[in-house]
């Protein structure tokens, strides 16, 4: 396989070349049983950047060469001979005892030993994201994030940073990239005299909007026009051989993922239509390539002070067109800047706003039961129970009480452990009005002054 590498400029840093196995031809049962490694999530990268912001910590990058190469094996695998490099005739085979690129095992077999050896140094695996690593070095707290080959160290100390850099760097064979500027396709710009970090994605939108050559384009304040209305029908369908329709929502959903939540309720939207896309829709999808056109300096932005951890849910109900199905949406904010968030159609009709509500309730809760755990692996104790804000009165009133009336008897039973979430102490709810619910743009469309004031909450800057 060969490859080229460039650097968060697009400049060539190097070419490669790799030998790679024919993995699809492994049977599973023999060749391999388990295949799953597990990585860090942009949540975890996020909340990790917001404590940096928080604490003035030093974060630096590593890059570790070759990562698969490291894996032992544990089946009994035999490869054949690379064209060109034959040695003791045609039926001479190559046992392989370490993992190499291409087979199925690889990346799990990567991440044991990665994982063998950390724990060798002292480190301790997060029960919230296997991602994640912590060390307490002397008093010293050293965190490591791991996605697949890139890691991530962060700590108050320099020297603790360089400790732990030299001592993977005796491990295995590295690239030390100093102070952490592009990581997985996201810029980071770090100023650790002012408590800010900015997590965005400039080159990316612009290579995206240059690609679709809309670079010319007119922009546009909001990502989707109110007077929108997404359906199957009502337009001709889309010559997919001549519109890449998949190819572009595919790319607006690792946008929407990782930097920029503002334009998450459009791309998910847009996502329904996968299968069968409209020349409407390749239009609203072009119209939020020219909202990126012009906010492509847009990014998160975590400041030190900005407060603890605040987080809103919300729905919109009956608003897919074709199912009626409402839109479950939430945001968790960290200093300043959003860590997560989520805007998706619920699995099933609500026949009440109430039960919408609920249900996005219900989403919410789990999600920040799970990220107070991952704050405690970081050693950042939440004090009392999860606030949310919710903007639904009828909601909070059936999370704290068990009514059972017509409107409520038919929710499924799954949406239920919110309320007892909330009987223990866990979490609470505060009602947020809705003119304050920044959660509001991820269910629907709204007005350019409501997007303006949502984008702000969730710590959008450019």
């Not at 799990?108 to 994982?115: D, H, I, N, P, T």
């Not at 994201?129 to 890139?150: P, Q, S």
């Not at 249900?359 to 692996?377: F, N, T």
């Not at 903007?391 to 999370?399: C, E, G, N, P, T």
Request: with cysteine.
């Amino acid at each position: 396989m060969l490859k080229i590498k460039r650097d968060a400029l697009g400049n060539i840093e190097r070419y490669k070349a790799r030998l790679v196995a024919k993995g699809y031809k492994q049977k599973e049962g023999v060749d391999f049983t388990e295949v799953f490694a597990p990585v860090s999530t942009h949540t975890t990268l996020r909340v990790l950047l917001s404590l940096v912001a928080e604490r003035g910590l030093h974060l630096h990058q590593l890059d570790v060469t070759t990562a698969f190469l490291n894996g032992d094996l544990e089946e009994e695998l035999y490869m054949a001979q690379p064209p060109g490099y034959e040695e003791g005739g045609p039926h001479m085979a190559c046992r392989l005892h370490k993992a190499i690129y291409g087979l199925r095992q690889a990346p799990r077999q990567w991440y044991a030993k990665l994982r063998v050896e950390l724990e060798a140094l002292g480190f301790s695996v997060s029960s919230a994201d296997a991602g994640l690593f912590t060390l307490d070095k002397g008093g010293c707290k050293v965190y490591l994030l791991v996605y697949v080959d890139d890691i991530l160290v962060a700590s108050a100390e320099l020297s603790c940073v360089q400790g732990v850099k030299q001592a993977v760097g005796a491990v295995f064979r590295v690239r030390d990239l100093g102070q952490a500027r592009f990581f997985l396709g996201m810029e980071i710009m770090q100023d650790r005299e002012q408590g800010v970090v900015k997590l965005s994605q400039h080159k990316a939108v612009m290579d995206l909007v240059a690609r679709f050559q809309m670079g010319e384009a007119k922009s546009k304040c909001t990502p989707m026009s109110m007077s929108t209305r997404l359906s199957s029908e009502g337009s001709a369908p889309l010559d997919k051989s001549r519109f890449p329709y998949a190819e572009l929502v595919g790319s607006l959903l690792y946008l929407a993922s990782c930097t920029r939540p503002d334009i998450a309720q459009a791309v998910g939207a847009l996502s329904r239509y996968m299968a069968h896309p409209t020349v409407h829709h390749w239009s609203v999808a072009k119209g939020v390539l020219r909202y990126l056109a012009g906010t492509a300096d847009l990014g998160l932005v975590f400041k030190r002070g900005s407060g603890g951890v605040q987080a809103f849910c919300d729905a919109n109900y009956a608003g897919d067109v074709d199912t009626r199905r409402s839109t479950t949406a939430y945001v968790f904010v960290m200093s300043g800047g959003a860590v997560s968030w989520s805007s998706k159609v619920q699995p099933t009709v609500a026949v009440s706003t109430a039960e919408a509500e609920y249900m996005a309730a219900a989403s919410a809760v789990r999600e920040g039961l799970w990220l107070r755990k991952l704050l405690c692996d970081l050693d950042v104790g939440a004090r009392g129970p999860v606030l949310i804000h919710c903007d639904s009165q009828a909601a909070i009133k059936l999370l704290g009480n068990p009514i059972v009336s017509a409107r409520s008897k038919h929710i499924d039973v799954l949406h239920h452990f919110a309320r007892e979430r909330v009987a223990r102490g866990e979490v609470c709810f505060e009602y947020c009005c809705t003119e304050r619910m920044i959660a509001d743009a991820l269910t629907k469309a709204v007005p350019q002054h409501k997007f303006e004031l949502c984008c702000a909450g969730m710590g959008l800057r450019a």
